[in-house]
């Protein structure tokens, strides 16, 4: 199975200008979760994810911690939504700012495999 949230959007601090680190920005996430579903003999169901929570995780890992670099922000997102759900297998975040340059949207994207 694949969650995919697109479009997260919401403000927060990151980056290293002066102006970046006083005035929250725009921020938009992308992020794709592969994962093991089951139903166990019982009925009950295993390996499930709250995609809720997930957004929930991404916001306030975003807002919380006022990154500097975009890349620092995606390693602390990727570790801190594979602690919440352990039954991640894949992982691929994508953290874009719109509005930093006038001509174009800027992103930066990382993948991760786990065993």
Do not use: W
């Amino acid at each position: 199975m694949t969650i995919s949230i697109q479009n997260l959007e919401f403000e927060a601090i990151i980056g290293i200008l002066p102006k970046e680190r006083i005035s929250k920005q725009r921020i938009i996430v992308e992020c794709e979760i592969g994962y093991t579903y089951s139903k166990s003999s019982d009925g009950e169901n295993e390996g499930f994810i709250d995609y809720a929570n997930v957004v929930d995780t991404i916001i306030a890992t975003m807002q919380d911690k006022k990154f500097h670099l975009i890349e620092e922000a995606l390693e602390a997102l990727i570790l801190q939504i594979k602690e919440n759900f352990s039954q991640i297998k894949t992982i691929k975040i994508t953290i874009c700012k719109p509005d930093i340059l006038p001509n174009c949207t800027v992103c930066v994207t990382d993948f991760r495999y786990f065993l």
